[in-house]
């Protein structure tokens, strides 16, 4: 165990988001203790499952078009720092109606910020990418700068990164409590009481309950994933297949091509069972698999072979489902990174820097108001 006992800034929370901020405060040269109640890469939270989504045409908004050009850059920088490819790039389609959510936010994303986007017909996804067999009411946009990130190497990089410019990170050791009197913080543990400047809160779906003083309007979600061993391994590479989200009648889904040993990844992104990072129920059941493997036989015959593996994740919903990244509403040396809303990870590098910024410079140099804790006004105590 570390002897420090005081720093300029506490992380509380190593997952994604809190690896990224340690990394990008201790390259500042702040001193920082890290603490996490599980082991480095865990899967209690919601950074692992070996895959996540980015991409730069976002439906959400144009708002977190700067963010993302940021976050490329910086998730190139990690590679080049840490020697391990993290990005691939292989496309993202979205998919829906051509009124659909989707299909008219990336668009207008794309148009605001002068993106290279693809408008593709039913028939052109067929011939494009015969993975997906569209019917003609379904139309996509390609964003050829979509594709995927590996969160558990991302995460380990970051931490790697904190490590190597002086962060102490401390896992297996829950922040059982913390305070701010206005000049200096605390963060009490089982075993001690350490003091800094500033705290920054990257508690992912525990952080309903870990930023006390604030009741942060977050709602947890359960979320299942399956891999499918497909029956065309070859029609779903990734060189063949982008990664996809598709709005269809059936709802809002995401996934991922074949790679080697995982199969087709698919996950539901509209509706979850509201739960606890405490109480979350495990096991996946027949039905829940029943109802990714229909999605994939309707618009990607031959992607649902065997099952290979299941996974159980959490979102942590805002109500507008756009991100918190801001001060504590109480304490102003107590800043917090929550309500990633399920579509965080691709943005762990820069809301590590945006946060080491909240922390240290006490504003951001990327516009994030529109991620601010007042526009829950009506929700604060
Ligand atoms: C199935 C699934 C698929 C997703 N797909 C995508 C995608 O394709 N693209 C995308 O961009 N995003 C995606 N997301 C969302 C993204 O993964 C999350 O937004 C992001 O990982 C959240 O990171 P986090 O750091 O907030 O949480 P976590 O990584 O869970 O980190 C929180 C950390 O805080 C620690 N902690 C909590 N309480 C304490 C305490 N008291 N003391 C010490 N430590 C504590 C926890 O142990 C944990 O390590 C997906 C999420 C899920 C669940």
């Known amino acids: 165990m570390s ?16 690896s990224a901020t340690a990394a990008h405060l201790a390259r500042r040269g702040a001193t920082v203790i890290g603490f996490d109640a599980f082991e480095p890469g865990h899967a209690n939270g919601s950074s692992h499952g070996e895959t996540r989504i980015i991409r730069k045409a ?9 963010m993302l050009e940021r976050a490329y850059q910086l998730w190139h920088d990690l590679e080049a720092e840490s020697g391990q490819e993290l990005l691939t790039i292989n496309g993202a389609l979205n998919i829906g109606s051509a009124e659909s959510g989707f299909v008219t936010g990336a668009a207008r994303s ?16 067929r011939k494009r990418f015969p993975g997906f067999q569209l019917p003609e009411n379904l139309v996509a946009l390609f964003d050829p700068e979509g594709g995927f990130l590996r969160p558990e190497r991302c995460t380990a990089a970051h931490l790697e990164s904190a490590h190597q410019h002086g962060a102490t990170l401390r896992f297996n050791e829950p922040v059982l409590e913390w305070g701010s009197d206005g000049d200096s913080v605390f963060v009490r543990t089982a075993t001690e009481r350490i003091t800094a400047g500033k705290l920054v809160i990257t508690a992912g779906p525990w952080s309903k309950n870990v930023i006390a003083g604030w009741d942060a309007p977050l709602v947890v979600w359960r979320i299942v994933n399956v891999h499918f061993g497909s029956t065309a391994a070859q029609r779903f590479a990734p060189e063949n297949c982008p990664v996809f989200l598709m709005e269809v009648p059936e709802g ?4 991922f091509p074949a790679l080697p040993g995982q199969g087709v990844k698919i996950g539901r992104h509209d ?6 990072p405490d109480t979350i129920d495990r096991e996946v059941r027949e039905n829940e698999i029943v109802m990714l493997r229909n999605v994939l036989d309707t618009y990607m015959p031959g992607a ?7 996974l159980t994740c959490m979102y942590t919903n805002t109500p507008d489902h756009h991100f918190v990244l801001d001060h504590h509403p109480a304490h102003d040396n107590v800043v917090v990174g929550c309500g990633f809303s399920g579509h965080g990870f691709k943005f762990a590098s820069v809301i590590g820097e945006i946060l080491s910024q909240l922390a240290l410079d006490s504003e951001s140099q990327l516009d994030i108001g529109f991620l601010a804790t007042g526009r829950f006004s009506k929700e604060l105590r």
């Open 252 to 255: 809002h889904y995401y996934g």
């Open 3 to 18: 002897s420090v006992t005081s720093a300029d800034v506490i992380v509380l929370g190593l997952g994604g988001m809190g």
């Open 304 to 310: 649902s072979g065997p099952v290979l593996r299941t």
């Open 110 to 125: 794309a148009r605001e910020f002068g993106l290279n986007v693809e408008e593709l017909d039913a028939s052109d996804v």
């Open 271 to 276: 509706i979850g069972a509201v739960t606890t």
């Open 58 to 66: 976002y439906f959400e908004s144009p708002d977190y078009v700067p």
